[in-house]
């Protein structure tokens, strides 16, 4: 059963398709908002969404976003034909996991595939979500999820061996090693195609703090040339269609701020299959302020990293570190740069170089270049010699960058606020989430030269009047809205007698505390 | 932190407030896609979503969609300033449901004050109905959700005793039976204010059918009065704003088909609590082409009805019922206003009225006019007597349509088509769903005229060349698309070898059987 319609366009770019229908016709065509509908125009035809109104279109009328109407070459007074379309599949499948129900791999694709053609309203893949979040997702569902993934994009076949990789959890600010270690894997002739996002809710990502010395957008075949030519790059991985569906997933989960374990392992370990990594670290890292807060929920998330890792065929060795304070002593692409560059130099922040070393160490060891515990003399060495600077120059150049930069010549942001200490005492904690809004308000990662100064670590002495930190920004106004974010959010805590409450054997966590706080009960 | 920007009206009704921000802009304030916005033009404020877009709006332009224009008094131009709004504390308690934890009651009373103000997004909310259907409700939730549907709106109090109500839980077509059961209700002196819905997607809800012999929009003042004259009504309940929540939880629900138990109990109870009821009857058919098709299934609904019911102080009694056929020869708004006429006149469809005084026999017993037992009897007695048939025609009148209206008087759909029985056999199974769907195509209930008419019952024998069912429309185009419908999902099945396949002790239903034919395993 098809009914006609007369075309009304509407300029609205609503990122997907939607009709409106008048509540008469809708009532006619026993439809209801979120329904979906097959638009007709001539020989072509698309899947829309159903919006009802009884004011926007008057009877007879079907009112066309932009999305529509251009793919449709329509234009208001077109006759448009609508017929019922059926409900993708996906929404059975999603159905009988909000029942319980395991999900097999082609039902895993066709989901991923609906999500990637936006096939799915806002509630359909958020009922999605919420059932994953809820019922977890099993290791086969996990693995079928990480295919399906790799499935949705290009993947990056180097046909060069041995391919390394490295993850982070994220939550640390400053937290650049991926910088450092690059090239001192790259350096010792391990290939290491680094893909990196920029930022969401943090100050700088590493393809925002690269992007301060060499271009970060990049095709497939120009990355494969970069890392034949050097070994590594550390590109954007926006840039390419690797994973794609990943992003996707992200953009769903990001409103409800739901980030279920199951996804978050698919979403790491799609990203590493998609280059071909046969070698991986994973930074956890773990503590008050960061991402993770509890050590045994991150020992946990470390065993499925290695358990759905080894069935996938990779060497996976995760390292459970500190993040209950920011690494480095700057923050913000720029000020980051700059860090890394010196520390490359063997003159940069020493917690920012340990754990770089570190990190690499483990990978060196996955990959045979360096003996069982002698990694981290060996990584410290490729820096020490200065192999790793000059890899770094090398990677720069590859990229388009200034083989010649210097970390002087980086442009910091000229508006400054000092923060003073009101008194003596000992930096007991240093916020990362307090930091990452100050930092966010002067304006990173969008302005690349803001960021803040710490003049101080976790640990450290103060006297009253010392410089405890700055505020870097490019203009006056974003540097009053970070100083009114600091105001709001202080993000150094000097002793206190209480750090952290504790309820019999397990922790509280910060999360639990707030939630008791808003008058909650056991969680 | 407050920024100031040039209004652009759209003339978009979105049904809640949407203002959209150009990328750059949303960037700077550091909001993404289906963020909160304080958005203040003068002395006025409101919170509103975020949309982006780099195509609608420029830099330093705030869209403004028709809701929100309206409310401000802005025109385009306009200044005005947006500040971050926090989530609605809803957002926090709906995480918590996901979690695993149970809501209290103000947390409760907050998700539904949210809810009613459109304060959630539609990934929230279905956040919260995928939590509510795949943790379930505790009975005390169940309790708070009902309690808080009922203060979302206004309430009946008649005050007059004793007050019964009826509900069905659906599914079966043709289902009539509160128009039979109110006037024999109502005829023995006790209290029966009935709101009913319109259909969604059956062919005719017992509002469209009462529509036909009178009005059924009346306010809560026109309600009482209309009790009061003649102890029952039979009202449309979407007129009145009794139970406001429930309709939006159903508009919620509807897209993603999901109905959890919980929140059905309190919508039902929520519905009956808000008029005063102190005895109830639930109807809840059982059987293949039902809402519910599984034995046992049925009697834990029943079961969490009387718990619940009774925690909320009301004396509630569950009738299971066969609900494997329609109920009466006659589908569609006008068709059933006809049989309800015939069958309070003694002539109509015997199991329309058998069933009908079986419920009402139930009500009379809970309220004491009828000895344990007797309740068929007495009602069986007021139908014989003629003082139902009167005090229906009472009711009509006092809703304002006319107490002197005859069946034969109730307008027909003209155009026929006839469905002719092509072999021999015996009625197996009549198809509600099939039916239901054939009679909406045909126009019910947007077309009071049109329906179906069943000229067989399930066991009847049928003769090749018979006639077994009739489809009437208005409209031929109408007409035609129920012909289609009919075509592509047959009705009526005379016998078959197997009717239901088994598995163990356990019955398959028929959505295990639809699952396990698209690939699915055990469930």
New interface residues.
């Given amino acids: 059963?098809a009914f006609e319609y007369r075309a009304k366009c509407?300029?609205?770019?609503a990122g997907k398709s939607i009709v409106i229908l008048n509540k008469v016709d809708a009532?006619?065509l026993?439809l209801?908002?979120?329904?979906r509908v097959i638009v007709v125009k001539d020989d072509k035809e698309l899947i829309s969404i159903v919006d009802i109104?009884d004011?926007?279109v008057k009877a007879g009328e079907v009112g066309l976003f932009?999305d529509v109407w251009k793919k449709l070459g329509a234009k208001s007074g077109a006759k448009i034909v609508l017929k019922r379309a059926p409900k993708p599949l996906s929404v059975?499948f999603i159905?009988?996991k909000?029942?319980?129900?395991?999900i097999?791999k082609?039902e895993m694709e066709t989901i991923i595939q609906d999500i990637m053609h936006e096939n799915l309203?806002?509630?359909?893949?958020?009922?999605f979500?919420?059932?994953v979040?809820?019922?977890g997702l099993s290791d086969d569902e996990t693995i079928f999820l990480t295919d399906s993934i790799v499935g949705s994009g290009q993947k990056l076949d180097l046909g060069m061996h041995p391919v390394a990789d490295k993850h982070s959890i994220g939550g640390v600010a400053g937290n650049r090693t991926t910088m450092i270690l690059v090239p001192i894997v790259a350096a010792t002739g391990v290939y290491i195609p680094k893909t990196s996002s920029r930022s969401i809710t943090s100050p700088a990502g590493t393809a925002d703090t690269m992007e301060v010395l060499a271009p970060v957008t990049h095709s497939v075949e120009e990355i494969k040339d970069i890392v034949a030519k050097t070994h590594g790059c550390m590109v954007w991985g926006g840039a390419v269609n690797l994973a794609a569906a990943d992003d996707k997933l992200i953009q769903?989960r990001?409103?409800?701020?739901?980030d279920p374990k199951g996804m978050m392992l698919a979403s790491v370990l799609a990203k590493k299959r998609a280059v071909g990594a046969e070698y991986v670290v994973i930074d956890v890292p773990v503590g008050r302020g960061a991402k993770m807060e509890d050590l045994t929920a991150a020992q946990s998330l470390a065993k499925d990293f290695l358990d759905i890792g080894s069935r996938l065929g990779m060497h996976i060795e995760c390292a459970i570190t500190d993040g209950s304070a920011p690494i480095g002593r700057y923050i913000g692409p720029a000020l980051e740069a700059r860090d890394v560059l010196e520390t490359l130099q063997g003159r940069g922040s020493s917690d920012l170089l340990e754990k770089s070393c570190l990190l690499a160490g483990i990978l060196l060891e996955l990959c045979g270049r360096a003996p069982r515990g002698k990694g981290y003399n060996v990584a410290k060495q490729v820096i020490d010699s200065g192999a790793a600077y000059k890899k770094m120059m090398e990677i720069i150049e590859a990229q388009g960058g200034d083989p010649k930069v210097k970390p002087e010549d980086l442009p910091i942001g000229s508006k400054r606020h000092e923060l003073i200490a009101d008194r003596d005492g000992r930096v007991q904690h240093i916020d990362n989430r307090a930091i990452s809004k100050i930092a966010?308000?002067a304006g990173a990662p969008?302005e690349k030269s803001a960021g803040i100064i710490l003049h101080v670590q976790k640990g450290d002495k103060v006297i009253k009047g010392q410089t405890i930190l700055e505020i870097v920004a490019e203009h006056q106004p974003s540097l009053d809205?970070a100083v009114?974010?600091l105001e709001q959010n202080p993000p150094i805590e000097l002793e206190k007698i209480v750090l952290q409450r504790m309820s019999g054997a397990k922790p509280i966590t910060l999360e639990e505390i707030r939630?008791r706080e808003?008058?909650?009960?056991s969680?």
Avoid: C, V
Avoid at 98 to 102: A, E, K, R
Avoid at 518 to 521: F, L, P, S
């Fill in positions: 059963m509407f300029d609205i770019e009532e006619r026993d209801f908002a979120a329904d109104s004011k926007m932009t059975e159905k009988h909000l029942d319980g129900g395991q097999k082609p309203t806002e509630a359909e893949s958020s009922a979500i919420s059932s979040y809820i019922n769903i990001h409103p409800l701020r739901l966010r308000a969008r809205y009114e974010t939630f808003m008058g909650g009960g969680k």
